[in-house]
């Protein structure tokens, strides 16, 4: 029997094969779950694509999370595949470029609104468009950055996740009472195709492996994965408005 035997989720940000989130759908359907990916735009191709490689090809629903539209549509579109939701899976996260980068004090406010909307009201939109579909004892989970800390080149996406940490903890206020958790992980750099684009991304990753106590690999997702479906599962049903750090130690550690 699987950790998450009989589970239906849903998983964003599946874009290419060395994601986070592709590495937990993955897993999710080997541990015995059903999963709907969803994408959009022309992204939504290389997301049907990458759903092939998978241990059981996925379906994949339209979803903008900047989009009212497809919020509107969201459970609708899920019910095409299944008729709840037992988990969330958030890994969306995008910032223009002229305000990463070492551009902190150059960031104009449009571009960083489309940071923040993104990165961290897109935790909120999601949740509550899939809730509807979502049962007592359901479970949302995001991944974010250590936010406690100002880190080379991150900049205003640093601050987005700042926010996008404070949001999962009013949603785990505001969805407790109906038994559903939100939580989420802090994971260490990992070179996904997001993180490439993070101008200086090296600057980020430079020294993790030799402080963290456990050592790190930036090109293995795994461990990063597993938190995830383990917050998913029902092994932590009192569990919520936490931050699950796996990164080898190194958030633990002075310099």
Do not use: C
Not at 117 to 140: C, D, H
Not at 169 to 177: E, F, K, M, T, V
Request: hydrophobic share 45%; charged share 20%.
């Amino acid at each position: 029997m699987g950790l998450l035997d009989g589970k239906k989720l849903l998983v964003t940000g599946v874009l290419t094969d060395s994601s986070i989130a592709f590495h937990v759908a993955r897993l999710a359907q080997s541990e015995g779950a059903e999963v709907v990916l969803t994408s959009f735009g022309r992204q939504m191709r290389l997301t049907q694509a990458i759903a092939k490689r998978l241990p059981e090809p996925a379906p994949v629903v339209e979803l903008d999370a900047t989009s009212s539209e497809d919020l509107e549509a969201l459970a609708d579109r899920v019910r095409e595949h299944t008729g709840h939701l037992d988990g969330v899976v958030h890994s969306i996260g995008f910032a223009p470029q002229s305000v990463m980068g070492g551009n902190f004090l150059a960031g104009e406010w449009p571009d960083v609104a489309t940071a923040v909307q993104v990165s961290a009201f897109s935790l909120k939109a999601l949740t509550v468009a899939a809730q509807p579909l979502m049962v007592r004892g359901s479970a949302v989970v995001g991944l974010t950055f250590d936010a406690r800390y100002a880190w080379p080149v991150y900049d205003w996406m640093g601050v987005a996740k700042a926010a996008f940490e404070s949001t999962a903890r009013y949603l785990a206020r505001d969805l407790g009472p109906e038994g559903i958790r939100v939580n989420l992980v802090s994971a260490g750099p990992v070179r996904t195709t997001a993180a490439k684009s993070i101008p200086g991304f090296e600057a980020m990753e430079g020294g993790w492996p030799e402080r963290a106590p456990l050592g790190w690999d930036v090109r293995d997702p795994e461990p990063t994965a597993r938190a995830v479906a383990a917050l998913l599962s029902d092994w932590f049903p009192a569990t919520t408005g936490e931050i699950v750090h796996v990164d080898g130690g190194f958030h633990a550690m002075g310099l």
